[in-house]
């Protein structure tokens, strides 16, 4: 499971109004049992309410998704659905948004 690969949620509790996860952990330690995630909502759920560094937006199959980077989370790597996209292009705006999280710069 690659860093940066977009996923389908398929936690029933959570896939309506978390679509998306975004599997953030490094390639190095993908032999651990978990993943470290962080919530895709559909950018029509969060109403605007973003912060351009710490919730960016991506389009995914024609559609606008914001990483909501302070629900970032570990899950069972079991739990991660289908792969549906690849986001290693936006590395940097990604790693912007888990640095302002974590070292608030």
Not at 13 to 24: E, G, I, M, N, R
Not at 90 to 95: A, K, L, M, P, V
Request: aromatic fraction near 4%; proline fraction near 7%.
């Amino acid at each position: 499971m690659p860093q940066f690969a977009v996923h389908k949620n398929t936690n029933p509790a959570t896939k309506s109004a978390v679509p998306l996860l975004l599997d953030v952990q490094s390639d190095l330690i993908a032999e651990l049992g978990t993943r470290v995630v962080v919530p895709l909502y559909t950018a029509a759920a969060m109403k605007g309410k973003t912060l351009k560094t710490l919730t960016p937006t991506f389009t995914i199959a024609g559609k606008q998704y914001v990483m909501v980077t302070p629900q970032l989370a570990g899950i069972a790597r079991k739990q991660l659905g289908a792969p549906v996209a690849d986001l290693s292009a936006q590395r940097d705006e990604i790693i912007a948004a888990l640095d302002l999280l974590i070292t608030g710069i």
